[in-house]
């Protein structure tokens, strides 16, 4: 099973741009869908863009409020995966957090620990 590790968050200003990325161990990593979801201060945790694995042709999902603004990727190669996060907007404010599933499953069952994003205003 993967050990995911976040990293890239910080505190920028309101339509600034952050990339986020989280690498994964292991070996397997093409049979790894990835995720982002997030989590703000008194919320539940959200969706906010996806990227499928090999069998999936890499497919990308997005949350609406991600949509035109955030940008998922992969590098196999570097077990990396991206989030490319522009147009930034104080209610983006959040703990983001990395999450990978095996191929088909429904459910994302590895996490990372997070890092923290601060928009301000």
């Known amino acids: 099973q993967p050990e995911l590790q976040e990293s890239g968050g910080g505190l920028v200003q309101a339509g600034g741009s952050l990339r986020l990325s989280c690498t994964a161990s292991?070996?397997?990593?093409?049979?790894?869908?990835m995720g982002w979801f997030r989590q703000a201060p008194g919320k539940e945790r959200e969706f906010v863009a996806a990227i499928g694995w090999r069998g999936e042709g890499y497919k990308t999902t997005y949350a609406d409020s991600a949509k035109g603004r955030f940008t998922i990727s992969r590098d196999n190669d570097k077990r990396t995966v991206y989030l490319d996060m522009n147009s930034l907007q104080p209610e983006d404010t959040a703990v983001y957090y990395c999450?990978?599933?095996?191929?088909?499953?429904?459910?994302?069952?590895?996490w990372g620990q997070g890092t923290q994003v601060t928009v301000s205003s």
């Open positions: 999450a990978a599933k095996w191929t088909v499953a429904t459910s994302y069952h590895f």
């Open positions: 292991g070996r397997t990593f093409t049979s790894y869908g």
